[in-house]
T-cell receptor, first 110, second 115 residues
Framework: LAKTTQPISMDSYEGQEVNITCSHN???????ITWYQQFPSQGPRFIIQ???TKVTNEVASLFIPADRKSSTLSLPRVSLSDTAVYYC???????????FGAGTTVTVRA | EPEVTQTPSHQVTQMGQEVILRCVPI?????FYWYRQILGQKVEFLVS????????KSEIFDDQFSVERPDGSNFTLKIRSTKLEDSAMYFC?????????????FGPGTRLLVL
């Protein structure tokens, strides 16, 4: 499983765009990049997943450069309810398990 | 939208007692998981289950732990003799299949407190 490094915390204000970059220098050819969100005392919730270039859904965008050694989760126009821990996970999707790191605690202020 | 459910939401038990945590995965999912999260720490994988057998387990999942799918809908985690350090949130997750589009869906968790 590729090791990931992401900032411990980030602060933002309502209406701003939040970009969280995750480093995964030893990503393997078969690995995908997945982001989860976790609110306090709740289970992790899938946000977005990609292999390369850009993926966008109704919640976020994921930017992956050509070398795939990093990825950036972009949350557009955050609100207070986006305050959560965001996890970057890298692995072969045929792996049975997910390996979570410490994640990035995003705090959105009014 | 279908979701994973877990019961109970909270469980308090005495050290040495047995507990059973229950999960109802999403109905057409075939892969089932248990994770735990000790307060303030990261989410840790415990076990995965497919086709009525354990696929993989972590070193945390020792002989005190067992999993079972007693019927077509429930998936349980049993801790035979709880220890203080078993206090944590326990999350069940399920996945429809393998492949890049298949993600794991987590339940809301059971908060276990061992006294």
């Amino acid at each position: 499983l590729a090791k990931t490094t992401q900032p411990i915390s980030m602060d933002s204000y309502e209406g701003q765009e939040v970009n969280i970059t995750c480093s995964h220098n030893n990503i393997a050819t078969n690995d995908y990049i997945t982001w989860y969100q976790q609110f306090p005392s709740q289970g992790p919730r899938f946000i977005i997943q990609g292999y390369k270039t850009k993926v966008t859904n109704e919640v976020a965008s994921l930017f992956i450069p050509a070398d795939r050694k990093s990825s950036t989760l972009s949350l557009p126009r955050v609100s207070l309810s986006d305050t959560a821990v965001y996890y970057c996970l890298v692995g072969d999707l045929n792996d049975y398990k997910l390996s979570f790191g410490a994640g990035t605690t995003v705090t959105v202020r009014a | 939208e279908p979701e994973v459910t877990q019961t109970p939401s909270h469980q308090v038990t005495q050290m040495g007692q047995e507990v059973i945590l229950r999960c109802v995965p999403i109905s057409n999912h075939l892969y089932f998981y248990w994770y735990r999260q000790i307060l303030g720490q990261k989410v840790e994988f415990l076990v995965s289950f497919y086709n009525n057998e354990i696929s993989e387990k972590s070193e945390i999942f020792d002989d005190q732990f067992s999993v079972e799918r007693p019927d077509g809908s429930n998936f349980t985690l049993k801790i035979r003799s709880t220890k203080l350090e078993d206090s944590a949130m326990y999350f069940c997750a399920s996945r429809r299949g393998t492949g890049w589009a298949e993600t794991q869906y987590f339940g809301p968790g059971t908060r276990l407190l061992v006294l």
